[in-house]
T-cell receptor, first 112, second 111 residues
Framework: DVKVTQSSRYLVKRTGEKVFLECVQD?????MFWYRQDPGLGLRLIYF???????EKGDIPEGYSVSREKKERFSLILESASTNQTSMYLCASNPVRNNEQFFGPGTRLTVL | QKEVEQDPGPLSVPEGAIVSLNCTYSNSAFQYFMWYRQYSRKGPELLMYTYSSGNKEDGRFTAQVDKSSKYISLFIRDSQPSDSATYLC???????????FGAGTTVTVRA
């Protein structure tokens, strides 16, 4: 079974802190994605990566950056956390042969 | 206007009822259509995956795609309390791994 793991289930940070969210997948998938999920807005794509050291902006990249140094790991970075970044963050991966995405359990981030 | 529209509900049905969910979309280039199920405090999991127009059945679940109307549906027969979850539609263009999601419909099946 594909497994996508995220470093934390719940996280509480203060405004202005630098926040790292880690995602690891164990199925050798080429593609990885970061979304945020907010009530009434569904899943919105923040960044994605089709290969190591490659990254592309999604629909809402402002205030975020990413890093993909290894194929299995995709990190989301909040350079200076703000209260409007309080959200559920979901990581996903998929192989190049299809576009079925496998999701991690999510990290619920609260910025105070 | 959002690219994918989905009524957020909530939807509450008695056990054994048929649950009907749907999404509309505006981008005629979408070719792949998916339904994800998300239980509370969990990540979404793929439920149904269809390509282009037509029907697909898997046990109690049926997915329908009508590209001419830009409308997709998911039906759940003989609904069970374990079907209580948020259902998200998602779609993508050919040769594009990015998915566009609906807002999700929250379903509660009452025992």
């Amino acid at each position: 079974d594909v497994k996508v793991t995220q470093s934390s289930r719940y996280l509480v940070k203060r405004t202005g802190e630098k926040v790292f969210l880690e995602c690891v997948q164990d199925m050798d998938h080429e593609n990885m994605f970061w979304y945020r999920q907010d009530p009434g807005l569904g899943l919105r794509l923040i960044y994605f990566s089709y290969d190591v050291k490659m990254k592309e902006k999604g629909d809402i990249p402002e205030g975020y950056s990413v890093s993909r140094e290894k194929k299995e790991r995709f990190s989301l970075i909040l350079e200076s956390a703000s209260t409007n970044q309080t959200s559920m963050y979901l990581c996903a991966s998929n192989p190049v042969r299809n576009n079925e995405q496998f999701f991690g359990p999510g990290t619920r981030l609260t910025v105070l | 206007q959002k690219e994918v529209e989905q009524d957020p509900g909530p939807l509450s049905v008695p056990e054994g009822a048929i649950v009907s969910l749907n999404c509309t979309y505006s981008n005629s280039a979408f070719q792949y259509f998916m339904w994800y199920r998300q239980y509370s405090r969990k990540g979404p999991e793929l439920l149904m995956y269809t390509y282009s127009s037509g029907n697909k059945e898997d046990g109690r679940f049926t997915a329908q795609v009508d590209k001419s109307s830009k409308y997709i549906s998911l039906f759940i027969r003989d609904s069970q309390p374990s079907d209580s979850a948020t259902y998200l539609c998602a779609m993508s263009r050919s040769n594009d791994y990015k998915l566009s999601f609906g807002a999700g419909t929250t379903v509660t099946v009452r025992a």
